[in-house]
């Protein structure tokens, strides 16, 4: 019946763009960003989540020591 044109879109995209060379080098740097970045990122959390402990450890003994503001308020309950 009808014959409809089919057109490439790709045609004039580079072919060799991606290449396993191209490649090769694309995880060569992502390994080597992994490597010599990733441990001080994982320090530097540590010591975030070290230092949010320390505040919840000293918090929980001076939660206690506050004075709540009804102890002030001399009230007969009948």
């Known amino acids: 019946m009808f014959r409809y044109l ?3 879109p790709t045609k004039d995209f ?3 763009f ?5 490649l090769q080098e694309f ?4 390994r080597w960003f992994f490597k010599f970045n990733m441990p001080m990122a994982m ?3 540590a010591v975030f ?3 949010m402990v320390l505040i919840l450890v000293v918090d929980i003994p ?14 007969k309950y009948y």
Do not use: C, H, S
Not at 18 to 22: D, L, P, Y
Not at 27 to 30: A, D, G, L, R, T
Not at 67 to 75: E, F
């Open 27 to 30: 995880w060569y740097y992502v």
């Open 18 to 22: 991606f290449t396993a060379e191209r």
């Open 62 to 75: 001076n939660m206690g020591k506050q004075k709540d503001d009804d102890d002030d308020v001399d009230v």
């Open 6 to 8: 089919v057109v490439d």
């Open 43 to 45: 320090i530097g959390l």
């Open 49 to 51: 989540v070290a230092f």
């Open 14 to 16: 580079p072919t060799t």
